[in-house]
C-alpha cells in the first residue's frame, strides 16, 4: 500500500514500513504466552461484539411477516419458486408465540443500517480518547454497554421502528470505539514479527461469532422465539463484559503473570517505544500523507462487499430464495467459516512470508490487498447469473469470503506498519470514511431485493 519515496513523516515518525530490520528471535513462550492468550480473549471479545452487529440480521427474518412479500415475490417471473417444504416449516414457525411485524424492505435495510449511524459518531472520539486515557477502558466499556443495550431490542421493536432503530444507533456508539482501541493495543503488545498472526488470530472471532450466530440464531428464533434469542445472547454477552475488565492488562509492564523474558521480548520489539499521542495531533501531515489516503480508499470498498455480505445474505436467502429461518441460517454460515480459517492462515503465512525473507513487507501488504478484493468481488457479480440453485450461490458466497480474509495481511495492517503512535486515532477516521459503506450497502441492497428480480 506505500511507496517508500512518498511516505512523508508525522512529527518526526517516519511512516516508512519496518521492511528489512533484523528483529531477534529470542527463546520465549509462544502459544502458551501473555500475549497469545490476549489475542484468545480478543477472539472471543470479538465473537461478542460481531454477535451483535448480525442478530437482528437472522432475527429480523422472523420478526417480519413474509406472507404479503411472498404475494408479491410470487407474481414476478424472475424470482426463485418456493420449494415445496416451505409451506410445511411456516406452519411449525406459527407455533411459536412472538410477535411479527408488516415491514417492507427498505424498512429493513434501514434498520439494519441504524448500526452504522451510532457506528460513524464514536469512532474518531474513541481512537482520540485511546491515545490519552489507554484502549483497555474504552474497549471494555464499548463492549460492556453494547451487550446491555442488546437485551433492550425486543422491547424497542414493540415500540416501532423509530425505537429500535433509536437501540441499534446507540449499539453502534458504543461499539464505535472499540476498534480504534484495539488498535492502540497491538502497538503495546505485539512485536512486529508476530503482528499479522497475532491481530489476524483476534480479528478470526469476528467471523466465528458471526456464524455462530447465524447458526444457531435461526434454531432460536423459530423454536423459542426471537425475542428469546435476543435476551439469551444479551445475557452472554454482558458476563463477558463484565469479565473483560479483569482478564486484561493495559501493557506488559502492568501485567501481574507475564514472565520476565516475554516482557523483554514484547517491549524490546515493540513498535511503540513511548507514550501514545498527546493531546495535540499532527492533522495536516495526516492529511498531506496519500498512503493513509490509499489506505482509506480500500477500507471503504473492502466494507462495502463485507457489510452487505453481513447484513444482507440471511435476507437474500430467505426473500429471494424462499428458504425458512432455519435454512437460512444454516446457508448463511458456510461463509464465514471459509473466512475464520482464512484469517487465520493468512496471518500465519503472512508473518511466514516475512520471516523468511520471501516477501518484503511492503509487497505483501500489496499482492494480499489486490487479491483480498479482486477475487470476492469477481465472485460476487457471478451470483446473479446463476439463478436460483442456491448451492452453487453458497459456494460463491464462502469462495469470495474465503479469499476476502487475505487483506488482513494488506492494508488492514498497514496503519501499525506506518504510524503506530497514532494508530488508534487514524484507524478510527478511516474506518469512520470506510463505514459510510456500512450505511449505504444494506439500504441499497435491501431497495434492490425488494425490486424482485435476481438478475438485477
Known amino acids: 500500500m506505500e511507496d517508500d519515496s512518498l511516505t512523508p513523516e508525522i512529527h518526526g515518525e517516519s511512516t516508512q514500513p519496518l521492511l528489512d530490520e533484523q528483529l531477534p528471535r529470542e527463546k520465549v513462550p509462544g502459544l502458551c504466552s501473555v500475549r497469545w492468550g490476549l489475542a484468545f480473549i480478543l477472539h472471543v471479545s470479538f465473537f461478542v461484539?460481531?454477535?451483535?452487529?448480525?442478530?437482528?440480521?437472522?432475527?429480523?427474518?422472523?420478526?417480519?411477516?413474509?406472507?404479503?412479500?411472498?404475494?408479491?415475490?410470487?407474481?414476478?417471473?424472475?424470482v426463485c419458486p418456493e420449494s415445496s417444504p416451505v409451506p410445511h416449516?411456516?406452519?411449525?414457525?406459527?407455533?411459536?408465540?412472538?410477535?411479527?411485524?408488516?415491514?417492507?424492505?427498505?424498512?429493513?435495510?434501514?434498520?439494519?443500517?441504524?448500526?452504522?449511524?451510532?457506528?460513524?459518531?464514536?469512532?474518531?472520539?474513541?481512537?482520540?480518547?485511546?491515545?490519552?486515557?489507554?484502549?483497555?477502558?474504552?474497549l471494555g466499556?464499548?463492549?460492556?454497554?453494547?451487550?446491555?443495550?442488546g437485551l433492550l431490542l425486543p422491547s424497542a421493536a414493540e415500540c416501532g421502528v423509530a425505537y429500535l432503530a433509536l437501540i441499534q444507533a446507540l449499539r453502534g456508539l458504543s461499539q464505535g470505539v472499540?476498534?480504534?482501541?484495539?488498535?492502540?493495543?497491538?502497538?503495546?503488545?505485539?512485536?512486529?514479527?508476530?503482528?499479522?498472526?497475532?491481530?489476524?488470530?483476534a480479528?478470526?472471532?469476528?467471523?466465528?461469532?458471526?456464524?455462530f450466530t447465524l447458526m444457531v440464531g435461526g434454531i432460536t428464533c423459530q423454536t423459542l422465539g426471537w425475542p428469546a434469542f435476543f435476551y439469551i445472547f444479551g445475557s452472554v454477552n454482558c458476563v463477558w463484559g463484565l469479565l473483560w475488565f479483569f482478564l486484561v492488562f493495559e501493557d506488559p509492564d502492568s501485567h501481574p503473570c507475564i514472565s520476565v523474558t516475554e516482557k523483554e521480548y514484547i517491549t524490546s520489539n515493540s513498535t511503540q517505544k513511548g507514550p501514545c499521542h498527546s493531546w495535540s495531533l499532527p492533522l495536516l501531515p495526516m492529511l498531506k500523507c496519500r498512503p493513509l489516503w490509499a489506505?482509506?480508499?480500500?477500507?471503504?470498498?473492502?466494507?462495502?462487499?463485507?457489510y452487505t455480505l453481513l447484513t444482507l445474505l440471511p435476507v437474500y436467502l430467505?426473500?429471494?430464495?424462499h428458504l425458512d429461518t432455519r435454512e437460512s441460517g444454516f446457508l448463511s454460515a458456510p461463509p464465514y467459516i471459509g473466512n475464520w480459517l482464512g484469517q487465520i492462515g493468512t496471518g500465519l503465512l503472512g508473518d511466514f512470508l516475512v520471516a523468511k525473507n520471501l516477501l518484503q513487507l511492503?509487497?505483501?501488504?500489496?499482492?494480499?490487498?489486490?487479491?483480498?478484493?479482486?477475487?470476492?468481488?469477481?465472485l460476487v457479480l457471478t451470483v446473479p447469473y446463476v439463478g436460483c440453485n442456491r448451492i452453487i450461490v453458497v459456494i460463491l458466497f464462502t469462495l469470495s469470503m474465503t479469499l476476502i480474509s487475505m487483506t488482513g495481511a494488506g492494508f488492514a495492517m498497514n496503519l501499525l506498519d506506518i504510524a503506530p503512535r497514532y494508530a488508534g486515532f487514524l484507524h478510527g477516521v478511516i474506518n469512520t470514511m470506510a463505514n459510510l459503506s456500512g450505511m449505504a450497502a444494506p439500504t441499497v441492497a435491501g431497495f434492490l431485493s425488494s425490486q424482485e428480480h435476481t438478475g438485477k
Not at 492502540?184 to 498472526?197: D, G, I, M, R
Open 318 to 321: 430467505n426473500h429471494i430464495l
Open 203 to 211: 480479528d478470526a472471532g469476528t467471523t466465528l461469532g458471526t456464524f
Open 49 to 78: 461484539t460481531y454477535s451483535q452487529r448480525v442478530d437482528l440480521s437472522i432475527a429480523i427474518v422472523a420478526m417480519v411477516n413474509n406472507t404479503d412479500q411472498q404475494v408479491s415475490l410470487n407474481v414476478s417471473a424472475d
Open 362 to 378: 511492503g509487497t505483501l501488504r500489496k499482492l494480499f490487498t489486490a487479491l483480498g478484493m479482486l477475487c470476492p468481488a469477481a
Open 141 to 149: 466499556s464499548g463492549l460492556l454497554l453494547s451487550s446491555i443495550l
Open 89 to 138: 416449516n411456516t406452519s411449525q414457525h406459527r407455533e411459536v408465540k412472538a410477535p411479527v411485524y408488516d415491514w417492507t424492505p427498505e424498512t429493513c435495510g434501514f434498520l439494519l443500517s441504524s448500526f452504522s449511524y451510532g457506528y460513524l459518531i464514536t469512532q474518531i472520539p474513541g481512537g482520540y480518547l485511546t491515545g490519552i486515557v489507554g484502549w483497555k477502558p474504552v
Open 178 to 201: 472499540i476498534f480504534p482501541a484495539y488498535f492502540t493495543l497491538w502497538t503495546k503488545w505485539a512485536p512486529p514479527q508476530e503482528l499479522t498472526c497475532l491481530m489476524n488470530f
Open 295 to 306: 489506505i482509506a480508499v480500500a477500507y471503504f470498498c473492502c466494507d462495502w462487499l463485507f
